[in-house]
DNA sequence: GTGAAAGCGCTAACAA
DNA sequence: TTGTTAGCGCTTTCAC
C-alpha cells in the first residue's frame, strides 16, 4: 500500500511551502492565481485528498453531527432523519445515523466512541439513556460534546426536542368519546419509557375527565411491533366483553392487531374501532385505513437540528425544550360504537 | 468554555509521565497497579477523555464503518442496517449511517467528508455512484479507503456484494406463469438503476422462455412508492383488457397498488394476481398478504459488512463478488388468472 | 503573497 | 515498569 500524498509532496513539486498548499485548498482566493494553479493542477495530478483526521484534530471540529436512535428499523425514524438531515446539511453539517438496537451496552459503545471528537454533537433520540447519559458530564453536569435530547426524561438536564405524548393522548381519546364510545383497551409500549407513560397518562385523563376509565387487565403492555399487535388482537378476542374502541401506541402495532382481528372476522371499526399513533406511510394505505395521531417527524428532526446547530455554534437558544404538537389524522378505522 | 482536560494535565497531577497516563487508558496491564489506580482515579476525578480526533490521527484509523444508502426513509434498508451493524460491533466497529437523498451533489458532499479519515471504510448502497465514485480513485483506479459496492453497476471495479435480481424477476415470473397466467403488467421502477433493469430483465426473460410477452404499454415505469402504485392501479383499471398479473417491483409500490385496486372493487388476486419484491414486515400484515421475492437483506449486510472488514483489516477476499439469492415466498395476493 | 515554525493531543518506539 | 521523545498531517500565526 503506497503511502498518500500529503501536504508536504505536493509542496515538494510545486516549489512552494506547505503553508501555501495548505491555503490554495481551504482559501484559494489568498495565493496568487498562478501559483494557485500549479499547486491545483499538482493535486489533482498527484490524487491529493487532505487527510480528514488530521485537518479535523487540527481545527479542533469534525463538521459531523450524529444522532443515535434506539431502533432504525423502526419506520417511524425515517422522516425524523430526513428532517435533521436536511438542516444539518443547511448548516453545514453532515448527518451520521448511529442505531443502539436498544441496548444499554452498545449505547455505550457508541458513547465511548463519539463522546470526544468523533462528532460536534450528539443529538439522542433512544429511551433508556438516562445513566449512560451521566457518564458523559462531568461532576459539573457539563457535558464535553454539546448533546440534545428528543425525549422527555432528559429534559430538565440537557437541551431537548419532544413530543407532546400526553397531548396526543388526549386528542385520541377526545376524537373516540366524542364518537360515543364508552370502553375502552390501551395497547402499550413499555410504560418505563415516557414516550408510552406520556401517551397513556394522557388517554387516561381525557377518558376520566369524561367519568370513564380502563379496567387494568385491558391495557396490554409490551415490545411493540406488527406481532405484538396480533398477540394483543387475539388476548382482546378471547374476551366475553371486547371494548369498543383500542387505542394502539404505534401505528405499526395497530396494523398487525388490525390485520389479525380482520383474520378473526372481527370488523374495524364495525365491532371495534381502532386508533394509533405516529402516521406511517402505510397507514393510510390498509384497509382500512387507520386513524391515528400524525407526529410532525420531520419537523421533529429539523428542530433538533437546528437546536444542536445553535449550540455547536453557540448562539444563544430560545428555549432549553421545545414540543412538538402531534395532529388527530382521522381515518376509516374509527367509528362509533356497536350498538 | 474550559479547556478541555488532557493527558498532560492527568500526568501531572498523577506524577507520571503522560506515557503512563496512555497506557493506563489503552493497556491497563503494562502499568504497575498502583499507578494504574492513581492515574484512574485522577482519570475519574478530573472527568479526562481522551480526544478521538487526537487518538484517530494518531492512530490512522477510527474504528467506525460508514453505509451511504440513498434513501434512508425506505423501510427496505433497516434490515440490511441490522446486519451491517451487527457484523460491524462484532469486528470492533461502529457503524455509522448515511443518506444521500438520491442526490448526487449530497452525495459529493458525503464522499468529499468521508474520503479520507472520517472511517475506515465506506460501503456504498446508493444507485447513482458511478461518477461520483471515479473521483475516490486516483488514476490508478486505486481507492485510499476502503470501498465496498452492493450494486452491481459498481461491480467491476470495486468489490462487490449484491443481491441477484435477475433470479428475483425469474422466480416470480415462474410462479405466476404456474399458475396459468399469460397476461402481465410490470410496475417498474427507473430501469437506469440496474436494480430495476435486474428485475425487469428476469422476470421479462422467464417469460419469454414461456411464449409470453408484456406489451410495451403495459411497462408502467417511475420513481417507486405508494402514491407511485396508486398511479399505477388506476392506469392499469382505465384499460379495457386488464392484464391477469402485475410484478411490481418493490412491496411498498404494491401495497398502494392493492390498496388503490381495493378503492376501485377490484379485487386481489380475484381480478388481477399481484407480487411484490423485498417482503417488508408489513407485507405479511395487509390483506390479502402480498406474494413477494423476500431479499436476505440482513443477510446481505453482514456480507457487506464483512467483506469490508476483511479488507480494512487486509485479509485475502474469497471472491470479490458475492450474490445473495432472493427466495419466493408465496401469500394470497396471487392465485389462479380469473376465467 | 509566501515561508518558517509552532503546535493540536495523542501513541509508540526506544531508552533507562 | 516508567519516562523521553519524535512525530502523525495539517492549519495558522507571525514575519518577511
Same mark, same amino acid.
Given at each position: 500500500?503506497?503511502?498518500?500524498?500529503?501536504?508536504?509532496?505536493i509542496a515538494r513539486a510545486a516549489g512552494v511551502s506547505?503553508?501555501?498548499?495548505?491555503?490554495?485548498?481551504?482559501q484559494p482566493d489568498t495565493v496568487r492565481p498562478e501559483?494557485?494553479?500549479?499547486?491545483?493542477?499538482l493535486v489533482q495530478r498527484m490524487d491529493y485528498r487532505?487527510?480528514?483526521?488530521?485537518?479535523?484534530?487540527?481545527?479542533?471540529?469534525?463538521?459531523?453531527?450524529?444522532?443515535?436512535?434506539?431502533?432504525?428499523?423502526?419506520?417511524?425514524?425515517?422522516?425524523?432523519?430526513?428532517?435533521?438531515?436536511?438542516?444539518? =446539511?443547511?448548516?453545514?453539517?453532515?448527518?451520521?445515523?448511529?442505531?443502539?438496537?436498544?441496548?444499554?451496552?452498545?449505547?455505550?459503545?457508541?458513547?465511548?466512541?463519539?463522546? $470526544?471528537?468523533?462528532?460536534?454533537?450528539?443529538?439522542?433520540?433512544?429511551?433508556?439513556?438516562?445513566?449512560?447519559? $451521566?457518564?458523559?458530564?462531568?461532576?459539573?453536569?457539563?457535558?464535553?460534546?454539546?448533546?440534545?435530547? @428528543?425525549?422527555?426524561?432528559?429534559?430538565?438536564?440537557?437541551?431537548?426536542?419532544?413530543?407532546?405524548?400526553?397531548?396526543?393522548?388526549?386528542?385520541?381519546?377526545?376524537?373516540?368519546?366524542?364518537?360515543?364510545?364508552?370502553?375502552?383497551?390501551?395497547?402499550?409500549?413499555?410504560?418505563?419509557?415516557?414516550?408510552?407513560?406520556?401517551?397513556?397518562?394522557?388517554?387516561?385523563?381525557?377518558?376520566?375527565?369524561?367519568?370513564?376509565?380502563?379496567?387494568?387487565?385491558?391495557?396490554?403492555?409490551?415490545?411493540?411491533?406488527?406481532?405484538?399487535?396480533?398477540?394483543?388482537?387475539?388476548?382482546?378476542?378471547?374476551?366475553?366483553?371486547?371494548?369498543?374502541?383500542?387505542?394502539?401506541?404505534?401505528?405499526?402495532?395497530?396494523?398487525?392487531?388490525?390485520?389479525?382481528?380482520?383474520?378473526?372476522?372481527?370488523?374495524?371499526?364495525?365491532?371495534?374501532?381502532?386508533?394509533?399513533?405516529?402516521?406511517?406511510?402505510?397507514?393510510?394505505?390498509?384497509?382500512?385505513?387507520?386513524?391515528?395521531?400524525?407526529?410532525?417527524?420531520?419537523?421533529?428532526?429539523?428542530?433538533? @437540528?437546528?437546536?444542536?446547530?445553535?449550540?455547536?455554534?453557540?448562539?444563544?437558544?430560545?428555549?432549553?425544550?421545545?414540543?412538538?404538537?402531534?395532529?388527530?389524522?382521522?381515518?376509516?378505522?374509527?367509528?362509533?360504537? =356497536?350498538?
Open positions: 500500500m503506497a503511502k498518500r500524498t500529503t501536504v508536504r509532496d506547505i503553508a501555501t498548499v495548505s491555503r490554495t485548498i481551504s501559483t494557485r494553479k500549479r499547486v491545483l493542477d487532505a487527510n480528514r483526521m488530521a485537518v479535523d484534530f487540527r481545527r479542533g471540529r469534525t463538521g459531523a453531527i450524529i444522532v443515535l436512535v434506539a431502533d432504525i428499523a423502526n419506520p417511524f425514524f425515517s422522516e425524523f432523519f430526513k428532517g435533521m438531515e436536511e438542516n444539518a =446539511r443547511k448548516a453545514g453539517y453532515i448527518l451520521l445515523i448511529g442505531d443502539t438496537a436498544d441496548d444499554e451496552k452498545n449505547e455505550q459503545d457508541y458513547l465511548d466512541m463519539l463522546a $470526544s471528537g468523533k462528532a460536534d454533537g450528539l443529538v439522542l433520540n433512544t429511551a433508556t439513556l438516562s445513566e449512560t447519559i $451521566s457518564a458523559l458530564e462531568g461532576d459539573t453536569g457539563f457535558s464535553a460534546l454539546p448533546l440534545v435530547s @428528543c425525549n422527555a426524561s432528559l429534559g430538565a438536564r440537557i437541551p431537548t426536542v419532544r413530543i407532546d405524548n400526553d397531548h396526543a393522548g388526549r386528542i385520541l381519546a377526545t376524537h373516540l368519546l366524542e364518537l360515543g364510545h364508552r370502553d375502552f383497551a390501551q395497547v402499550s409500549g413499555p410504560r418505563v419509557s415516557d414516550a408510552h407513560s406520556g401517551r397513556f397518562e394522557g388517554f387516561c385523563h381525557a377518558l376520566d375527565e369524561a367519568g370513564c376509565t380502563i379496567p387494568a387487565d385491558l391495557v396490554i403492555e409490551g415490545n411493540l411491533g406488527i406481532e405484538f399487535g396480533r398477540y394483543a388482537a387475539r388476548m382482546l378476542a378471547r374476551r366475553s366483553d371486547l371494548p369498543t374502541a383500542v387505542f394502539v401506541h404505534n401505528d405499526e402495532t395497530a396494523i398487525g392487531l388490525i390485520h389479525e382481528f380482520g383474520r378473526m372476522d372481527i370488523t374495524v371499526p364495525g365491532d371495534v374501532s381502532v386508533v394509533g399513533y405516529d402516521d406511517l406511510q402505510f397507514s393510510a394505505a390498509i384497509t382500512p385505513s387507520l386513524t391515528t395521531a400524525r407526529l410532525p417527524r420531520r419537523r421533529w428532526g429539523a428542530m433538533a @437540528c437546528q437546536m444542536m446547530v445553535s449550540i455547536i455554534e453557540n448562539r444563544p437558544l430560545d428555549s432549553r425544550e421545545i414540543l412538538i404538537e402531534p395532529e388527530l389524522i382521522v381515518r376509516e378505522s374509527s367509528g362509533p360504537p =356497536r350498538s
